[in-house]
């Protein structure tokens, strides 16, 4: 069954290719082309509330950005050329696209199962599955939990979840620190969320207090005052430096609503439902500038809060991420 929620901005976003990367303010930034992570997402969006039109386009970029041996072209221009885009490497490896795309197609995989699409995403998963614990990265880690954990692929899982348990215990974690890494950077609460993910398969009471440890140090230093702020991308949080504020990212927000929802529906403790909400609610006002990013007439997400006003960009990673946060508001994520 299709939702109700406007996805008039999805849609102008996306055309036969793909959803474009960014926006100049409201219109179509064509000069940037399309990112893999962002058609990997909107994949997930898009299976999971029965958009399958739109689904059927991110799949069909996934399906040509994989390699013969299994990896993913990260970035195409608008002329239809798999690029570096901005970078000097190669934009063929292990990186969060790549992960992301792991994820979105385990999702695919058993929500489409009997359609054809399953198929094709369990195809490509095949391919993928020699390098999925090539790079250590906690996001590509948390990614790649979150496909193997829809999967159950119990062995690989134990393995993915022990480098993230062995980070947090021997690297990072102090009695004033209790993280996996000596920073707070970016999109932090899809890692806690991928270990409730994983320990819905694993069982594990080691696993079940970190959960928890990490949880609570991550909301604990993304507050300012009563509002929810996560961690701010121009500098962003080190061990004993001060914490950045701005900008603020629809990404970060996103995965602390899905990190409640699964905190909510792991321990029945409705602080966390509540804490859910509030964190949905910065899309709507609930935040420092108290300023609205979501605009339900037209389905358009502002990429974030400055610290001075809101970014009037409004480009897919804000519009996808959101729609995520939505679906864990729905139960479905």
């Known amino acids: 069954m299709k939702t109700q929620i406007n996805l008039s901005h999805l849609k102008s976003l996306t055309d036969d290719v793909g959803i474009i990367q960014h926006t100049k303010f409201n219109i179509p930034d064509r000069k940037n082309g399309y990112a893999l992570d962002d058609q990997a997402r909107a994949l997930i969006a898009t299976t999971l509330l029965g958009e399958d039109k739109l689904a059927n386009v991110y799949l069909s970029f996934l399906y040509h950005s994989q390699t013969e041996d299994g990896l993913f072209s990260t970035f195409m221009d608008y002329d239809r050329k798999f690029t570096n885009f901005n970078s000097t490497k190669l934009n063929v490896g292990i990186s969060d696209a790549f992960a992301l795309s792991f994820w979105a197609l385990a999702l695919v995989k058993k929500q489409k199962n009997g359609s054809g699409l399953d198929e094709l995403a369990d195809a490509m998963l095949e391919k993928s599955l020699d390098h999925l614990l090539e790079n250590d990265s906690l996001r590509i880690l948390a990614y790649t939990i979150l496909g193997l954990s829809i999967l159950k692929d119990k062995g690989r899982l134990e393995k993915a979840c022990k480098i993230v348990v062995n980070k947090y215990w021997n690297n990072n974690a102090t009695v004033n620190w209790r993280w996996f890494e000596d920073k707070l950077t970016y999109a932090n609460g899809v890692i806690p969320y991928s270990l409730i993910q994983a320990n819905e398969v694993l069982k594990n009471p080691e696993i079940e207090e970190i959960i928890i440890d990490s949880s609570q140090f991550l909301e604990k230093n993304s ?4 509002y929810p702020a996560p961690i701010g991308s121009f500098g962003w949080y080190t061990k004993g430096e001060n914490r950045a ?3 603020q990212q629809c990404i970060d927000v996103a995965f602390m609503v899905l990190m409640n929802n699964s905190l909510f529906r792991m321990s029945k403790d409705k602080k966390y439902k509540k804490l859910a909400e509030s964190w949905f609610k910065w899309f709507t006002g609930n935040n420092v500038h108290q300023m609205n990013l979501y605009e339900e007439k037209t ?12 970014n009037k960009n409004t480009g897919a990673e804000s519009i996808v991420v959101y729609l995520l946060a939505y679906l864990s508001m729905q139960g479905k994520l």
């Open 245 to 247: 504020l701005f900008d």
């Open 299 to 310: 389905g358009k997400v502002y990429d974030g809060l400055t610290y001075k006003s809101i």
């Open 223 to 226: 507050r300012i005052g009563d």
